[in-house]
């Protein structure tokens, strides 16, 4: 099935030049249309997989556009492509587009981010749960971490080691951060895995701006009862995995990517917990859990992490199935995963069973080092 | 009278809502307690209890003046109160488009053991009598920051046409290379037919399939109209900076002779952005105006005040009949007599009698907070009328619109 791909400004020369710069695009069937009102009629009338608007236009500007959309159509990718250089705009369009894209654009890189969002496809062949991920704005934030984030932006002058610290400890602040800067909210698409580099790139200022305007940090979280989860020790695991990934990553060029999908592994069990409440059925059923993790891999592929991050996310509980340089990746968050997980059940006095694909281990030749591991593991969460 | 301010919010707000006076109060260590109804208007932002100090400096955009940097936290009077001082000082600046100075006086209040409680501050901007008088000097600023304010509208009007201009040169590439291979394959074909021997199927067949990939039809129908439309905005992009650069280096102290038309037309190019999705915007220029003796940019500046608001005007219209409707904009100019017109109309929203008398006092507005600081028309005038000898006037109807009138000496003698 072609990817459909719907481009909105009200500027003719810039759809042409679009048309003429795409014509060889064989495998995306795109429309061009001149104002959001005929974006949405457009949209009303068939599918589309992604949507490419233009901020400043008459009437309905973009942000707006991609508000309805977001409301309306939430499994469409949004992406901005503006003329703007107005930090005014910017702010309005982060909470509903995935990315944002700033004229003139680099040559290829309009193919490439859409080209990006279409290949996450693969990852989930349900319609509803990629709809479900459209309609995330932003990962719950611990409240209590909120609150110290408010604190340390309160400051005449922001100590941004300790805001480091803050968004390191929690998924949600993390995840946005790196939207943020690898979406290219603000200059060129970063592809940063390191949540420090990210935030020094963003400047204190601007972090200061981001966390007051509180539209972009989500909070929340309370929906996550219902799956008998808690954030807290959702965001618990999540570090304590994070961690462990960072120590046991092969290479160490590998620990970054490893931390942050260590991280981010459980971002599907928060996104699955956003949906509307008696919906399960619409959904086809509670997802497996191998579908769950692709679900979250999914989000954050939107949100512009990179690809073997969001692949290792993806397969972390079946690391067999990953392929290319996601599979060392998978394979490493999956082991931090497990050791995590025992280690928790160890000290609540229940089973401690450590829950790993011991044949893939095998085969991988990681096996060997499984005991030095679950004594590292151990020793971190005494030092913890 | 301690305990009875023991907590803000025994103070009956009312009574501080109708204060005319911009009211803070902030607690330790540097927080946000109370801002009065004149406080909000004054800085347009309603800050909730709790919201940090230092970000309410830094998103109003509080300046030292002249120095084009926040004012220093330590500085500020309500932090200083909050150590405990009490101070004032005259030289704070709201940054918008046009500064507005302002004064901020602050005092603390303990508690009974002697730590403070709290600190208030009022906040007010400075009368006509205690900016600065000096007219030449100030005009020659505020062109600056007008055209700092066109920025970020006319970096927009450039960035669209460099996109579409990028494409298609992207996909002029494509076709060149597309266009070469086709070309290849037919010099093959010939270099093959010299022989004399029978041409091989295969190389026809290779110019075949090189034609079919070159998709001659789309190529042949869409490179000459990418290349005039490459052309349109490579011509779009020369008329902005071409009127940025006129606009926007620093005025000659010497005046000089003046063409109103060249004005219009550079004026007109770069208040595009903010008015054209509110209006269409037609030039009505005489032939052969006579000139005038000035300063141009200054002449400029006061084209792009009355453009900008008779944008404004007709948005304000729109907003105010709840209909969506493009208006119109009307630069004329007229050269009668030894006298020199220019007239930018619209059909907005008009000024209701009972403001007609004060629009051009200073820092007047009914503009939203950050959209006007009420310094435009009288700067308008000024320019018009103690730099250029000339008269500035307006006929308005509500409802209707309306239009504005420069009236200039002519001129046709250099110095």
């Known amino acids: 099935m072609p990817q459909r791909v719907l481009f909105v400004d009200d500027e003719v020369g810039v759809l042409q030049g679009l048309s003429r710069l795409l014509f060889e695009m064989d495998d995306w069937d795109m429309v061009f249309v001149d104002s959001g009102d005929k974006a949405l009629e457009a949209l009303g009338r068939g599918r589309f997989d992604v949507i490419v608007s233009d901020m400043c236009m008459p009437g309905m500007d973009g942000a707006m556009l991609l508000s309805r959309v977001h409301a309306e159509s939430p499994g469409v990718v949004r992406i901005i492509l503006t003329g703007h250089s107005e930090l005014e705009a910017t702010f309005r369009a982060m909470p509903v587009a995935h990315s944002f894209l700033t004229k003139p654009c680099k040559p290829g890189l309009v193919q490439q981010v859409i080209g990006k ?6 990852l989930l062949d349900r319609e509803s749960l990629r709809t479900l991920a459209g309609s995330i704005v932003a990962l719950p934030v611990q409240h209590h971490v909120h609150a110290r984030l408010l604190d340390a932006v309160a400051e005449p002058r922001v100590d941004m080691s300790l805001v480091a610290a803050l968004v390191r400890s929690d998924v949600g602040l993390s995840s946005k951060v790196l939207h943020l800067t690898n979406s290219a909210f603000f200059g060129s698409p970063c592809n940063f895995v390191s949540v420090d580099r990210a935030l020094s790139y963003i400047g204190a200022g601007m972090f200061r701006r981001l966390v007051l305007s509180r539209k972009v940090f989500g909070t929340g979280g309370d929906t996550l009862a219902r799956d008998g989860l808690s954030l807290e020790s959702e965001q618990r695991h999540a570090a304590a995995c994070a961690a462990l990934a960072f120590r046991i990553a092969p290479r160490p060029e590998l620990r970054d990517d490893a931390f942050l999908a260590g991280l981010f592994h459980d971002v599907g069990k928060l ?12 959904h086809g059923g509670p997802p497996s859990r191998e579908c769950r993790a692709r679900l979250g891999a999914y989000l954050l592929g939107l949100w512009g992490l990179e690809r073997h991050v969001v692949d290792a996310v993806a397969y972390h509980h079946d690391p067999a199935t990953a392929s290319g340089a996601a599979a060392e990746l998978a394979t490493v968050v999956h082991v931090a995963d497990g050791l995590a997980r025992a280690r928790d059940e160890e000290r609540s006095g229940r089973g ?3 829950m790993v694909d011991v044949g893939h281990l095998e085969r991988t030749g990681a096996l060997s080092k499984l005991d030095e591991w679950r004594q590292m593991s151990r020793t971190l969460g005494e030092s913890a | 009278m301690h305990s009875s301010r023991e907590s803000i919010a025994d103070l009956p707000s009312t009574v501080l809502d109708a204060l005319p006076l911009a009211v803070y109060v902030a607690t330790p260590p540097a927080l946000v307690a109370y801002c009065n109804r004149a406080a909000i208007d004054l800085l347009g932002q309603a800050p909730q209890p709790g919201f940090p100090l230092a970000s309410l400096i830094e998103t109003c955009a509080i300046y030292r003046a002249g120095t084009g940097q926040a004012y220093p936290h330590d500085d ?31 005092v603390p209040i303990f508690d009974r053991t002697g730590r403070v409680q709290m600190a208030i501050a009022t906040l007010s901007r400075k009368t006509t009598s205690e900016t600065d008088a000096d007219v030449s000097s100030s005009v020659g600023r505020r062109n600056l920051e007008t055209i700092g304010e066109l920025a970020a509208g006319v970096a927009h009007e450039i960035n669209t046409p460099m996109q579409y201009i990028g494409d298609n040169t992207s996909f002029l590439g494509v076709t060149l290379r597309r266009l070469l291979d086709v070309v290849g394959s037919f010099e093959r074909l010939i270099e093959a037919s010299r022989t004399g021997q029978p041409v091989a199927a295969e190389l026809v067949r290779d110019c075949e399939r090189e ?16 290349v005039e439309q490459m052309l349109g905005g490579v011509e779009q992009v020369r008329s902005i900076v071409q009127a940025l650069k006129e606009f926007s280096h620093p ?37 052969y105006p006579r000139r005038v003796r000035g300063f141009p940019q200054e002449l400029g500046q006061v084209l792009i005040n009355l453009i900008v608001n008779a944008a404004h005007a007709v948005e304000d219209r729109n907003a105010q009949t709840g209909a969506v409707r493009h208006g119109k904009i009307v630069i004329r100019t007229r050269s009668e007599g030894d006298r020199v017109e220019l007239e930018v109309e619209d059909d907005g929203a008009g000024i209701p009698d009972e403001i007609r008398a004060r629009v051009m006092e200073p820092f007047f507005t009914t503009k939203p907070a950050g959209k006007g600081t009420g310094q435009g028309l009288p700067l308008v005038r000024r320019v018009v009328e103690e730099r250029h000898h000339g008269v500035l006037s307006f006929d308005t109807r509500v409802g209707e619109g309306t239009r504005f009138r420069v009236v200039l ?7």
């Open chain 2, 211 to 226: 034609l079919a990939r070159g998709r001659l039809p789309f190529l042949r129908e869409q490179a000459p109209i990418a």
């Open chain 1, 117 to 122: 969002s279409c290949a996450l496809g693969g």
């Open chain 2, 76 to 106: 500020l009077p309500l932090y200083r109160a909050l150590r405990g001082e009490a101070s004032s000082a005259e030289d704070l600046e709201l940054q918008r488009a046009q500064a507005v100075p302002l004064v901020m006086e602050a």
């Open chain 2, 409 to 415: 000496p002519a001129c046709d003698e250099e110095d």
């Open chain 1, 271 to 282: 996104v699955w917990a956003s949906r509307e409440p008696g919906t399960d059925a619409a």
């Open chain 2, 251 to 287: 005025g000659d102290d010497k005046p000089v002779l003046v063409d109103v038309n060249n004005l219009a037309k550079m004026a007109s190019t770069i208040t595009r952005n903010a008015w054209r999705y509110a209006a269409d915007l037609t030039l009505e220029l005489c032939e």
């Open chain 1, 352 to 354: 401690g069973e450590l």
